[in-house]
Every structure is written in C-alpha cells, then in structure tokens.
C-alpha cells in the first residue's frame, strides 16, 4: 500500500469520528484491531470516542506524518473556545484497514472541560 492510499484512509478515519460516524470507524477497523487509549484503557473505544468528538466545539488535524503504514496524527480541539491537543498513531494494513490505533488525550483538558467523559458507565 503507497502513502497516498495510506492517506486516503486515515482521512476517511479522520472524517468518520470527527462527525461521530460510528458505523463508518467499525468498517475501518480490522478484526481483532489493537486499540490503546489513556482516557478510558479499560473501556469501549468506540463510545468514549464519540463522546469527546460530540463534546468538542472544533477540531481539525495541526500535523499528520506518514511513514510507510503507520500514521501519527496531532490534533488541535477546541471546547467553549479553549484548545488543546490530541496525538494519535495509526497503523494501516495492505488492505486498507486500520490495525492498531494509539491516542494521548490530554486528561488535563479532558478532566477539566469534559469530566462527563472520565466518569465509569
């Protein structure tokens, strides 16, 4: 897979959690996708990433870089007009599916402008 295909798909990722499309973010996950996250280990990805998408005001990619099938992402999100930053790495198979993504939440930012995402369902 060239980098503009591994591009292609990291936009459409990109695209997908931003608007909250949940059923798209499941087409693009490989089975059996290793997923990592600091804002909930223990929980369902998929939830808690709709739920910070949902409670941000904006968001937009600051910086992506591109380095054979792996991905890192930087994101600038904004809540009631305070920003901050996101980080995430994605790993892309030959067939267009996300193998493994990895995100750093800023917990600082999460705890103080979205505490509704930190608490136990």
């Known amino acids: 897979m060239d980098a503009t295909a591994v591009e292609e798909v990291t936009d459409r990722w990109v695209a997908a959690w931003t608007t909250g499309r ?3 973010l499941f087409t693009l996950l ?30 937009s990619v600051f910086t992506r870089t591109v380095i054979d099938q792996r991905v890192a992402l ?15 790495f ?9 193998a493994e993504v990895r995100r750093v939440y800023d917990l600082y930012a999460v705890e103080r402008l979205m505490p509704e995402l930190l608490l136990e369902t």
């Open 22 to 24: 949940t059923s798209t």
């Open 74 to 88: 930087v994101y600038d999100c904004v809540v009631d007009a305070e920003q901050f930053r996101l980080a995430e």
């Open 30 to 59: 490989a089975a059996g996708a290793r997923v990592e996250s600091n804002l909930d280990p223990d929980g369902d990805f998929i939830e808690k990433l709709t739920g910070f998408a949902a409670a941000l005001t904006s968001v």
């Open 90 to 98: 994605l790993v892309v198979t030959p067939t267009g599916l996300i």
